[in-house]
C-alpha cells in the first residue's frame, strides 16, 4: 500500500509539472504575441505618418514649382518643368550628401522608399460644369460634349441625361436634386454608365469654375470636340504643330479657334497632382488638385489612398 501511494504521488507531481510547464508555454506565447503585434502597430504607424509628410513635401514641392512657373508668364504649355513627370527615384537621392549620391543615412527605412509623381493640366479636360450655365443648359457646350461622345461611340441619351441632372443637382431651390458630384467617379449618380465613364476619363474633369481649354495642353480628341466644324485630322495637325512651338494666343491655332472667345485659350489655372510613395510596407498613392491665381497656389481637395489611373490607359491610335 505504502508504494502504490508514493507511485500516485510521483504521477500526481509529474502531472503538475506538465501542467506548469504548459501554462508557463502559453503565457509566454501570449507575451510575445502581445510585444509582436505592438511593434507591428507601431512600426505601421510610423510608417503611416512618415508617408503623410513625404507626399505633403512632394505636393509643396509641386506647389512650388506652380509658383515659380506663374512668375515667369501666363502662357501654360507642355515644355514646361511643371510638366516633365517625377519617374520613380530611390528617396535617398534627395538627400545626397556627395557626389556619389550616397545617402547621409543608410540605415534608415529612407533608403527602400521610391517617390514619383507628375502635374495634370485639368484645363486639358473638358469641364463637366460648363454644361450649365445659369441654372440653364449651354447650347455650345453641350454640342462640343456630343462631338465627344460621338467620337467615342458614345449614346447622346447619356450625355442629355447628365446634362439634366446636373442641372437639377445645380438646382439649390429644387428639394428633389440629385446629389452634386465632387469627383469623376461619382458621375454615374447622375445617368452616365461606368463603361462611359472609363472611356471619357482621360478627357473630361470636374472643376469649380466655368473653365476653358487649354489649346497648349489638351489632346487632339478634346481640341476636336471643343471647335466646332473642326476635323479630327485638323485637331492632329494643331498638336503636331504646337509640338515644335506653342500657342502664344488662341488666334495662332487658327479662325476656327479665334472665334470662340472664352472658350478656349492658351493658360490654366487648375492643375492635379499625383504622387506615389512605394516602400518594403506598402505603396501610397494621392491625389490633388490645385487652383492658382497668378503666383497664389492653393489646395482644393486632396485624397489618398489607392489610386490607380495614375497613368491612362492605353488609348487607340485614331483618338490619340
Known amino acids: 500500500m505504502t508504494r502504490n501511494i508514493s507511485r ?34 507601431e512600426t505601421a504607424e510610423r510608417s503611416r505618418q512618415q508617408t503623410a509628410w513625404l507626399l505633403t513635401g512632394a505636393l509643396d514641392w509641386a506647389r512650388l514649382i506652380l509658383r515659380e512657373d506663374g512668375r515667369t508668364g501666363t502662357i501654360d504649355h507642355l515644355a514646361e518643368p511643371w510638366a516633365v513627370p517625377l519617374q520613380e527615384a530611390r528617396l535617398s537621392s534627395f538627400l545626397a550628401v556627395d557626389a556619389s549620391n550616397n545617402s547621409a543615412d543608410t540605415d534608415t527605412d529612407t533608403p527602400q522608399a521610391f517617390l514619383s509623381g507628375l502635374i495634370i493640366d485639368q484645363q486639358s479636360h473638358m469641364n463637366v460644369f460648363n454644361l450649365v450655365v445659369g441654372n440653364q443648359l449651354s447650347k455650345p457646350d453641350v454640342l462640343a460634349f456630343g462631338k465627344l461622345f460621338e467620337l467615342m461611340g ?17 438646382d439649390t431651390s429644387s428639394p428633389a436634386a440629385p446629389l452634386l458630384p465632387q469627383r469623376l467617379e461619382q458621375l ?19 472643376l469649380p469654375d466655368r473653365t476653358p481649354v487649354n489649346l497648349n495642353t489638351a489632346s487632339a480628341p478634346v481640341i476636336y470636340a471643343s471647335i466646332p466644324d473642326l476635323e479630327m485630322s485638323q485637331a492632329q495637325r494643331l498638336v503636331t504643330q504646337r509640338a515644335a512651338t506653342h500657342f502664344r494666343t488662341v488666334a495662332d491655332a487658327g479662325k476656327l479657334a479665334a472665334a470662340l472667345g472664352d472658350r478656349l485659350s492658351v493658360s490654366t489655372r487648375f492643375f492635379e497632382v499625383r504622387g506615389r510613395l512605394r516602400n518594403p510596407l506598402s505603396t501610397v498613392e494621392e491625389r490633388s488638385l490645385v487652383q492658382r491665381n497668378g503666383i497664389e497656389v492653393k489646395i482644393l481637395w486632396r485624397e489618398r489612398g489607392v489610386i490607380t489611373d495614375l497613368v491612362p490607359a492605353a488609348l487607340p491610335a485614331s483618338l490619340q
Open 8 to 41: 500516485l504521488q510521483s504521477g500526481a507531481a509529474l502531472l503538475a509539472a506538465m501542467l506548469t510547464v504548459t501554462l508557463v508555454a502559453t503565457l509566454s506565447a501570449a507575451a510575445l504575441w502581445q510585444q509582436w503585434r505592438n511593434v507591428e502597430v
Open 154 to 170: 458614345l449614346p447622346t441619351s447619356e450625355l442629355m441625361a447628365l446634362a439634366n441632372n446636373l442641372r437639377l443637382a445645380l
Open 188 to 206: 454615374p449618380w447622375l445617368g452616365l454608365s461606368p463603361q462611359s465613364l472609363n472611356l471619357l476619363r482621360p478627357y473630361i474633369t470636374l
